[in-house]
């Protein structure tokens, strides 16, 4: 069973940064995407980024290419979200999310992120970016 914990979260200014980190055990196959989501009160759960630990397949939502970086360790099966020049619209809960390698990189091709495709899913962190 894939677990995933995140951790990082937090209240910032605007302007501000924080790195997000998902520690992710569990797998049964090589290679994985892991992703980040966030949902903001009465709101959907939407894509905000994407890595795949096969071919490195990246993805970014339009509204924080810029500002965010994806990275990861893979010898500590752990994915990294740095966020930067935050703003007010970005507060929400950020939950990680895990499944097949190849999601990632189809993501990157498609510039689409869908949250059900994704099975395994952590328990989300706050992040809250006051102006």
């Known amino acids: 069973e894939v677990q995933l914990v995140e951790s990082g979260g937090g209240l910032v200014q605007a302007g501000g940064s924080l790195r997000l980190s998902c520690a992710a055990s569990?797998?049964?196959?090589?290679?994985?995407?892991i992703a980040w989501f966030r949902q903001a009160p009465g709101k959907e759960r939407e894509g905000v980024s994407c890595?795949?630990?096969?071919?490195?397949?990246?993805y970014y939502v339009d509204s924080v290419k810029g500002r965010f970086a994806l990275s990861s360790d893979n010898a500590k099966n752990t994915v990294y979200l740095q966020m930067n020049s935050l703003k007010p619209e970005d507060t929400a809960v950020y939950y990680c999310?895990?499944?097949?390698?190849?999601?990632?990189?189809?993501?990157?091709?498609?510039?689409?992120?869908?949250?059900?495709?994704?099975?395994?899913w952590g328990q989300g962190t706050q992040v809250t970016v006051s102006s």
């Open positions: 999310a895990a499944d097949a390698a190849w999601l990632c990189t189809y993501y990157s091709r498609t510039d689409r992120m869908e949250r059900a495709d994704f099975g395994s």
């Open positions: 569990g797998f049964s196959e090589d290679a994985y995407s």
């Open positions: 890595i795949s630990s096969g071919d490195g397949g990246l």
